[in-house]
């Protein structure tokens, strides 16, 4: 998985609390991404970074926040979880923006009950 | 609205087999073409990338195709694994390097 970790891999909330997903890469890409995948749809951006402190949304970024203080680290929060936000969320990473390859992360699986 | 829709939704074949995925897109224009294979509980993986100026592209066994007059685009597998048993995944960058995803074909490989 190109040098891409995500934490946690699974995780099990209930409506109304708090998340915060972890993405670190180890390959000193400057752009990183965060997806959610789910059933009978292609993957949707939810919000994606350019740089250190630089970040901006995507198609699907209402209820998501995100922050970048490091290169290596991006964290998507949910600050208060729905049962819509049930899903599967990827971390993707790239050298150019969109235009090159993205590598993407083993993903997070997360329920919302 | 920018759209890539892929057929079939899945699919089942015989080991050994040979097979080829569909997808159609309004984007346009656009700057290129992706197919992307992500196997159970993975992220996906680029299988190949293509220009609109590029008509055919091979990486082992598989080998997209793509016609930008019609707006179509293939992936071919020859002689099909059971390791090949993934969802395939089309993807197309539009001039403004937005991503728009399909939402994929599942291929399934039978021994």
């Known amino acids: 998985d190109a040098g891409i970790t995500q934490s946690p891999r699974h995780k099990v909330t209930e409506t109304g609390t708090p998340v915060t997903l972890r993405c670190h890469q180890t390959e000193n890409h400057r752009y990183m991404y965060w997806y959610r995948q789910d059933p009978g749809h292609g993957l949707r951006l939810i919000h994606y970074?350019?740089?250190?402190?630089?970040?901006d949304k995507g198609e699907v970024s209402d209820g998501y926040s995100v922050s970048r203080s490091k290169t290596e680290d991006f964290l998507l929060t949910l600050e208060s979880a729905t049962s819509s936000q049930t899903s599967v969320y990827f971390c993707?990473?790239?050298?150019?923006?969109?235009?090159?390859?993205?590598?993407f992360g083993p993903g997070t699986r997360l329920t919302v009950t | 609205k920018n759209q890539v829709e892929q057929s079939p939704q899945s699919l089942i074949i015989l080991e050994g087999k040979n097979c080829t995925l569909q997808?159609?897109?309004?984007?346009?224009?656009?700057?290129?073409l992706r197919w992307y294979k992500q196997d159970t509980g993975r992220g996906p993986v680029s299988l190949t990338i293509?220009?609109?100026s590029e008509n055919t592209k091979s990486n082992g066994r598989y080998t997209a195709t793509l016609d930008a007059d019609t707006k179509q685009s293939s992936l071919h597998i020859t002689a099909s694994q059971l390791s090949d048993s993934a969802s395939y995944i089309c993807?197309?960058?539009?001039?403004?390097?937005?991503?728009?995803w399909g939402a994929g074909t599942k291929l399934i490989i039978k021994p």
């Open positions: 293509m220009t609109f």
């Open positions: 993807v197309v960058l539009d001039s403004n390097y937005q991503l728009i």
């Open positions: 970074s350019y740089g250190v402190k630089d970040t």
């Open positions: 997808c159609n897109y309004t984007v346009s224009p656009f700057s290129n």
């Open positions: 993707a990473i790239s050298e150019s923006e969109s235009v090159g390859e993205q590598y």
